[in-house]
């Protein structure tokens, strides 16, 4: 039975892409360029520094891009991010049944906004944000960084990400993972297990 959670948040919690899709075209139209959405997304599914590294490159940009880019995802209100459907419901029924959550992101402090405008902040025992310093996923240091501080079983333990680098990091870690793909990642590392809906996590976890 699983008795520990760690989440991705972006793609897995919530559907924020649409939102930091958005901000990125701002940015590029404030530098003169055109780009499609589609194009945007794809490297935003690959990450988020991946994204600013290849379109920087592409478009010869320099950094104030950077700073109109995270001005733009710093104004994006919290009713422009929601939960996917479930999230909540799996959340508080998990903790429910004395589960503990945790989430580890390579966003910031917006995390926190965001799940606090949907009152999700009380489901989650741990959230580890860019703030902490860790190194970015898949290396393992941050879901080491909580298994040890919260002594979790890695037998009963699970990764849920929508990305490999969160699979690679899981297993890097000794846990088991679990792939949510909300955007169609193409993977080379097989998950544990594999779902189309945060619903069926309650099947997993019993």
């Not at 899981?170 to 297990?193: H, M, Q, R, W």
Request: charged fraction near 30%.
């Amino acid at each position: 039975m699983i008795k520990d959670i760690i989440w991705d948040f972006d793609g897995i919690l919530f559907d924020t892409y649409p939102g930091t899709v958005n901000a990125f075209i701002l940015a590029l139209k404030d530098s003169g360029i055109e780009e499609t959405s589609e194009n945007v997304l794809n490297c935003l599914k690959i990450s988020d520094s991946y994204a600013v590294t290849y379109f920087k490159k592409l478009y010869d940009l320099d950094e104030a891009f950077n700073d109109k880019y995270n001005a733009y995802k710093k104004d994006i209100k919290p009713e422009m991010i929601r939960p996917f459907q479930f999230a909540k419901e799996v959340c508080r029924q998990f903790t429910a049944l004395g589960g503990r959550n945790y989430i580890i992101t390579h966003r910031g402090e917006s995390t926190l906004k965001f799940l606090e405008h949907y009152s999700m902040r009380k489901h989650f025992t741990e959230i580890v944000t860019k703030q902490y310093g860790f190194k970015r996923k898949p290396d393992p240091e941050a879901f080491i960084y909580l298994i040890e501080k919260y002594k979790i079983n890695k037998s009963s333990a699970m990764v849920i990400g929508d990305r490999e680098c969160e699979i690679l990091g899981g297993k890097s870690a000794g846990i088991s993972t679990c792939l949510y793909n909300t955007n169609n990642v193409k993977i080379s590392t097989e998950p544990d297990f594999y779902i189309e809906s945060l619903e069926e996590i309650i099947n997993i976890i019993d």
